[in-house]
């Protein structure tokens, strides 16, 4: 294993997670909470974990399959969301969810 690798990858994912959604998460617990150091300890356990195991994933993934295959659906992937992105919504009356039929 190319430990210089790992350690890169998985310094850009921590820093790339670094604005997410966990760290406004981590602040407002840590504001209501009498522990606010265990809040810190947590969440940052937390986001180290979820990278770790990313990293994993997707060595695995690498090996497991070919290179061009990952990046065909990862492009799929991309387009598809960039497609539902730019699809026209149909306006739901207030107090209505579109979960419900």
Request: aromatic share 8%; glycine share 8%; net charge neutral.
């Amino acid at each position: 294993m190319d430990w210089n690798l790992l350690s890169l990858s998985f310094i850009a994912v921590f820093l790339s997670e670094l604005g997410d959604k966990s760290q406004l998460a981590a602040i407002a617990l840590s504001g209501q909470s009498k522990s606010p150091k265990a809040v810190f300890l947590g969440t940052a356990a937390a986001l180290l974990l979820a990278s770790f195991l990313g990293v994993l994933i997707g060595s695995g993934t690498a090996q497991l399959f070919p290179t061009k295959f990952v990046k065909a659906i990862a492009a799929l992937g991309f387009a598809l969301m960039g497609l539902r992105l730019l699809w026209p919504h149909r306006e739901l009356p207030m107090g209505e969810s579109d979960l419900v039929e």
